[in-house]
């Protein structure tokens, strides 16, 4: 069964530094992975997917990495900034289920202070 | 963009009450799915549909029903709600189960409270 941890569970930076969030998955057989960030109260809003043929993936300041062998994904943003602070989620949509179910690790919590 | 609405942001209900959640997109997506949001648990899949009239249970689905008659409005019926059930309810939607570049979509989510 296909599992998805994430570490830290949460994490206070000050502004400006750089940090890595880490993603960890049981299963390497997936169609993709996905990162999210989840304001207080909010939906998720999605930031970076990786196929399963890719390694990485970047957006502005977000760098996003793939190593399904290891079973592992980080997310590093650069220059960090207090309106980044949210949860961000990591999920993978695992290929033996036919792609509908998405397996969501249970998020990191990121303050960032100013 | 792809827009994926809630009707309901906040909604307080009585114990034995019908519930309806409603959701909506706005992109033509073949799959819509049901989560709910706890402290502790993360998101949990409810139901999913990968067509009109078509529906599958995810990992949650006892006490909670779907319907799907238009392609782009999926609904949670709650039957006779439970305290149990208070928790944030999220719809989201994506193009293609089986394409690997297929991002999957997230409406704002709805607070269900149960009293």
């Known amino acids: 069964k296909q599992e998805v941890t994430q570490i830290p569970a949460a994490l206070s930076v000050p502004e400006g530094e750089n940090l890595v969030l880490n993603c960890s998955f049981t299963?390497?057989?997936?169609?993709?992975l996905q990162w999210f960030r989840q304001d207080p109260g909010k939906g998720l809003t999605s930031l970076l997917l990786i196929q399963s043929s890719q390694r990485e993936q970047t957006s502005g300041r977000l760098n996003a990495s793939l190593d399904k062998s290891s079973g592992r994904s980080t997310l590093y943003i650069a220059a960090s900034q207090p309106g980044d602070s949210a949860t961000y989620l990591c999920?993978?949509?695992?290929?033996?289920?036919?792609?509908?179910?998405?397996?969501f690790g249970a998020g990191t919590r990121l303050f960032v202070k100013a | 963009d792809v827009k994926v609405t809630q009707s309901s942001r906040y909604l307080v209900k009585r114990t034995g009450e019908k519930v309806f959640l409603e959701c909506v997109q706005d992109m033509d997506h073949e799959n819509m799915f049901w989560y709910r949001q706890d402290p502790g648990l993360g998101l949990r899949l409810i139901y999913f549909?990968?067509?009109?009239?078509?529906?599958e249970k995810g990992d949650i689905p006892e006490g909670y029903s779907v319907s799907r008659e238009k392609k782009e409005r999926f609904s949670l019926i709650l039957e006779s709600a439970s305290t149990n059930q208070t928790s944030m309810y999220l719809c989201?939607?994506?193009?293609?189960?089986?394409?690997?570049?297929?991002?999957?979509?997230f409406g704002e989510g709805s607070w269900l409270t149960v009293v």
């Open positions: 989201a939607s994506s193009l293609r189960a089986w394409d690997s570049g297929n991002t999957i979509y």
């Open positions: 549909s990968y067509d009109v009239k078509m529906k």
């Open positions: 299963d390497s057989a997936i169609y993709n």
């Open positions: 999920a993978v949509r695992p290929s033996g289920t036919g792609g509908f179910k998405t397996i």
